[in-house]
């Protein structure tokens, strides 16, 4: 079954350092399983609990976006990075924050003509822009952010979101990481 998970393994929720086991334990009994980022994250404590730290506060933040838009940049940046763990299980937060079934699928498949608010949109553009070409990021996509309406700490949290998302995809890359079963279904109905 590890195999399946991670090329690297995996460590269950009770082999972690106790701070991290409070932690997945937390998230687990939220979401009535373990996700297996944890499990395949958990064999390098120290690395797992800053990923977290940093996760948390981008994402726990109650200012700015809202947990929905921040899920809309998880989603946009995984389907930009071809990351079907990140896709997946973000997908399904993105549904239940948005009460939207179909809008996850539609932003990881096709970013760029999924139709959007104006705020939706400008979100979605500027997560894509420094995702697909960063070298060329610039004042060209802060400015059309900044009409849309996004504030600079929006603005921050789009290219935060965006750039701690690439660093998760490309670890769920480096070891293979599966999605968990669960979250196929969850927010479709």
Not at 8 to 33: C, M, N, Q, Y
Not at 54 to 62: E, G, K, N, Q, T
Not at 77 to 103: F, M, Q, W
Not at 165 to 173: D, E, I, T, V
Request: hydrophobic fraction near 40%; charged fraction near 30%.
């Amino acid at each position: 079954m590890d195999e399946d998970v991670s090329r690297f393994g995996t460590v269950e929720p009770a082999e972690l350092p106790d701070d991290l086991r409070d932690r997945v334990g937390t998230i687990t009994e939220k979401s009535g399983f373990v996700p297996n980022i944890f499990r395949a994250l958990g064999h390098r404590p120290a690395e797992l609990r800053a990923f977290l730290d940093y996760h948390d506060a981008l994402m726990d933040r109650s200012d700015g976006l809202s947990k929905a838009e921040r899920e809309l940049v998880v989603v946009a940046t995984s389907g930009a990075n071809h990351c079907t763990y990140c896709v997946v299980a973000h997908g399904a937060i993105l549904r239940i924050r948005s009460k939207d079934p179909e809008l996850a699928d539609r932003v990881s498949s096709n970013p760029w003509e999924v139709r959007l608010d104006e705020r939706g949109r400008a979100i979605v553009d500027l997560a894509l822009a420094l995702a697909h070409d960063p070298e060329r990021f610039g004042d060209t996509q802060l400015a059309a952010a900044r009409a849309a309406g996004l504030s600079e700490d929006e603005i921050w949290d789009v290219g935060a979101i965006t750039a701690l998302f690439a660093m998760s995809n490309r670890l769920a890359h480096l070891t293979a990481l599966r999605p968990n079963g669960e979250f196929y279904s969850m927010g479709r109905s």
